[in-house]
């Protein structure tokens, strides 16, 4: 067997997942064997809409830092997605020096990510082809190609001394994928000869049945969207998806148009992969963005970031006439990508602005502009069927997801009590007994607003949420330190809550239970006059607006 001489006295392998299980995004998992360990993939997770101010999230991985008996051997990454490699250099802040594996694509878009940060000299980087053998520290790792909706993907099959352990990352069964690279489907299927003892498996459309459409069908979409088209054409979707700008470009170019790019992330990654081979986008078809004007509006296709909504993103700013490039009527709009769970109202509302600004949009199910990079149900029984595993983790999905799939694997032969549901932080450990669910380690969300990471915390965002939702009232109150009187009518300043040239009854109000409420505290400490004056006014308040703003109350001893 494949590093055996490696396993000798291993009493067990620990598998921790501290991101991917139970959300969608921020995936990350550690496997941990005498004490040194390896990790795969290292994302973020974009905010909810309740999470105001948060830029992104990132796993929880304090549990690392506090094992000073725990070496990190290597960092491994199945693919480019900001999911999968958008928390880098938070990761390698931690723990400096630790080598990086990537495939040349993902290596690339790290290295960016590296620069950007004046990081490049934190870790070396490694690259590997699909295929190649990684010796990792005590971990011997098999990669094998998968395909998904960014080209250089690869799963890993993990040897230890228990049974091999297959991580498939995010994959679909394409058998006509863009860049002409199918699964490795013998590769699969060799492992099932050796036997896997534990399958990690993609279960984001676990609830979606059928197979997975290849990404060719969105070819025939987008011709038959250009070929109507009268005016220009503007793509928006990811921007790390190379495959779908491949395409666009291909039709783009048998119709006589040329290609602009707009976002810097966007711009940053083509220039990546066309310096890599991996997109085939001819100088002369380029244009500059600020160009397109002097060319006539049939002749031009502009690629853009934004098909999620985001409140930055160049889409939105088109449709709120705040970007270079303006919106009119004739311009077609098209989406080409699904809306990620949370984002629906975003989403929706770009499109309705774009509309108003008198654009066609096209966006699934209008037309098969888009397809998952994630396999469907049949894509997840066909992995099942391929490796048969002893024991099995779904992974990288909801909660919802994460059963589905469960369920799924239940229906594939795989016995009930071999089939392991569990959220971020539940370490899985095999030993010479089998595969079971050992104990709970941190694994929740760590919010980065700004520079500021993981300052921000679940009470912070709940002051946002209030704020947001009813705003503050502060007054302000000076007391003579003598007498313990105010000195004059307190100042009330409100933002968000009312407004105030128009609530004046209700302003005086306020002002009148604050001067009630000082004489009735005459002789408390001004911090127990501010909190009886806060909880005083938040009653009144509410009785009269049914609304609970944020009071703050300054008390002043003059």
Not at 163 to 192: C, M, Q, W
């Given at each position: 067997?494949?590093?055996?001489?490696?396993?000798?006295m291993?009493?067990?392998?620990?598998?921790?997942?501290?991101?991917?299980?139970?959300?969608?995004?921020?995936?990350?998992?550690?496997?941990?064997?005498?004490?040194?360990a390896?990790?795969?993939?290292?994302?973020?997770?974009?905010?909810?809409?309740?999470?105001?101010?948060?830029?992104?999230?990132?796993?929880?991985?304090?549990?690392?830092?506090?094992?000073?008996?725990?070496?990190?051997?290597?960092?491994?990454y199945?693919?480019?997605h900001?999911?999968?490699?958008?928390?880098?250099?938070?990761?390698?802040?931690?723990?400096?020096?630790?080598?990086?594996?990537?495939?040349?694509?993902?290596?690339g878009?790290?290295?960016?990510?590296?620069?950007?940060?004046?990081?490049?000299?934190?870790?070396?980087?490694?690259?590997?082809?699909?295929?190649?053998?990684?010796?990792?520290?005590?971990?011997?790792?098999?990669?094998f190609?998968?395909?998904?909706?960014?080209?250089?993907?690869?799963?890993?099959?993990?040897?230890?001394?228990?049974?091999?352990?297959?991580?498939?990352?995010?994959?679909?069964?394409?058998?006509?994928?863009?860049?002409?690279?199918?699964?490795?489907?013998?590769?699969?299927?060799?492992?099932?000869?050796?036997?896997?003892?534990?399958?990690?498996?993609?279960?984001?459309?676990a609830?979606?049945?059928?197979?997975?459409?290849?990404?060719?069908?969105?070819?025939?979409?987008?011709?038959?969207?250009?070929?109507?088209?009268?005016?220009?054409?503007?793509v928006?979707?990811?921007?790390?998806?190379?495959?779908?700008?491949?395409?666009?470009?291909?039709?783009?170019?048998?119709?006589?148009?040329?290609?602009?790019?707009?976002?810097h992330?966007?711009?940053?990654?083509?220039?990546?992969?066309?310096?890599?081979?991996?997109?085939?986008?001819?100088?002369?078809?380029l244009?500059?963005?600020?160009?397109?004007?002097?060319?006539?509006?049939?002749?031009?296709?502009?690629?853009?970031?934004?098909?999620?909504?985001?409140?930055?993103?160049?889409?939105?700013?088109?449709?709120?006439?705040?970007?270079?490039?303006?919106?009119?009527?004739?311009?077609?709009?098209?989406?080409?990508?699904?809306?990620?769970?949370?984002?629906?109202?975003?989403?929706?509302?770009?499109?309705?602005?774009?509309?108003?600004?008198?654009?066609?949009?096209?966006?699934?199910?209008?037309?098969?502009?888009?397809?998952?990079?994630?396999?469907?149900?049949?894509?997840?029984?066909?992995?099942?069927?391929?490796?048969?595993?002893?024991?099995?983790?779904?992974?990288?999905?909801?909660?919802?997801?994460?059963?589905?799939?469960?369920?799924?694997?239940?229906?594939?032969?795989?016995?009930?009590?071999?089939?392991?549901?569990?959220?971020?932080?539940?370490?899985?450990?095999?030993?010479?007994?089998?595969?079971?669910?050992?104990?709970?380690?941190?694994?929740?969300?760590?919010f980065?607003?700004?520079?500021?990471?993981?300052?921000?915390?679940?009470?912070?965002?709940?002051?946002?949420?209030i704020?947001?939702?009813?705003?503050?009232v502060?007054?302000?109150?000076?007391?003579?330190?003598?007498?313990?009187?105010?000195?004059?009518?307190?100042?009330?300043?409100?933002?968000?809550?009312?407004?105030?040239?128009?609530?004046?009854?209700?302003?005086?109000?306020?002002?009148?239970?604050?001067?009630?409420?000082?004489?009735?505290?005459?002789?408390?400490?001004?911090?127990?006059?501010?909190?009886?004056?806060?909880?005083?006014?938040?009653?009144?308040?509410?009785?009269?607006?049914?609304?609970?703003?944020?009071?703050?109350?300054?008390?002043?001893?003059?």
């Open positions: 067997m494949v590093g055996w001489v490696k396993f000798v291993v009493k067990k392998v620990r598998v921790l997942p501290l991101g991917g299980l139970g959300e969608i995004g921020k995936n990350m998992t550690v496997f941990e064997m005498d004490n040194r390896i990790i795969v993939d290292t994302g973020i997770m974009f905010p909810a809409n309740d999470m105001f101010g948060v830029d992104y999230i990132i796993p929880d991985f304090t549990y690392l830092q506090s094992r000073d008996d725990l070496r990190i051997e290597g960092i491994l199945t693919h480019g900001e999911d999968h490699i958008g928390a880098i250099c938070h990761v390698l802040e931690a723990f400096p020096n630790v080598p990086i594996f990537a495939t040349r694509l993902t290596a878009l790290i290295d960016v990510k590296l620069r950007e940060k004046d990081m490049v000299s934190t870790a070396p980087i490694r690259i590997f082809e699909a295929g190649d053998l990684l010796e990792v520290g005590p971990f011997t790792v098999e990669s190609h998968v395909c998904h909706s960014i080209p250089d993907c690869v799963g890993f099959a993990i040897n230890t001394p228990f049974g091999l352990i297959v991580h498939t990352g995010d994959y679909k069964f394409d058998n006509t994928p863009i860049d002409n690279k199918p699964p490795d489907y013998a590769r699969l299927a060799e492992y099932s000869r050796r036997g896997v003892k534990l399958l990690m498996a993609d279960s984001t459309n609830t979606t049945e059928g197979w997975t459409p290849s990404e060719s069908v969105i070819s025939e979409a987008f011709d038959r969207v250009f070929r109507k088209a009268k005016g220009r054409i503007i928006a979707t990811f921007a790390s998806l190379i495959s779908r700008i491949q395409q666009v470009a291909d039709v783009a170019q048998r119709y006589g148009r040329r290609m602009a790019i707009a976002g992330s966007m711009n940053r990654n083509v220039d990546i992969a066309r310096d890599l081979g991996m997109l085939n986008i001819p100088d002369r078809m244009v500059d963005l600020n160009q397109i004007d002097l060319l006539p509006p049939h002749e031009v296709i502009v690629m853009a970031t934004g098909a999620q909504g985001e409140p930055s993103s160049v889409l939105t700013r088109m449709a709120a006439g705040r970007y270079r490039v303006e919106v009119t009527k004739g311009d077609t709009i098209i989406i080409s990508a699904h809306t990620i769970p949370g984002n629906e109202e975003m989403v929706s509302r770009r499109i309705n602005d774009l509309f108003r600004r008198g654009a066609n949009v096209i966006y699934d199910p209008l037309e098969a502009v888009h397809v998952s990079g994630h396999g469907n149900r049949e894509d997840m029984r066909m992995m099942i069927n391929l490796t048969r595993p002893e024991y099995f983790l779904p992974i990288h999905g909801e909660l919802r997801h994460l059963h589905a799939h469960a369920q799924l694997a239940r229906e594939s032969g795989i016995r009930g009590e071999n089939i392991m549901v569990v959220e971020n932080g539940h370490v899985i450990e095999l030993d010479k007994h089998g595969v079971h669910i050992a104990e709970r380690v941190p694994g929740g969300y760590v980065v607003d700004g520079n500021s990471v993981g300052d921000v915390g679940r009470a912070v965002l709940r002051d946002r949420e704020l947001a939702q009813d705003g503050f502060i007054v302000v109150m000076n007391v003579d330190a003598r007498t313990n009187q105010l000195m004059q009518d307190p100042e009330i300043i409100s933002r968000g809550f009312v407004y105030m040239r128009d609530a004046s009854e209700l302003i005086e109000q306020i002002r009148a239970s604050a001067v009630r409420l000082s004489k009735d505290n005459r002789k408390a400490s001004a911090d127990a006059l501010r909190r009886e004056v806060e909880d005083g006014l938040a009653a009144m308040i509410y009785t009269e607006t049914r609304r609970r703003p944020m009071i703050f109350c300054v008390v002043n001893r003059v």
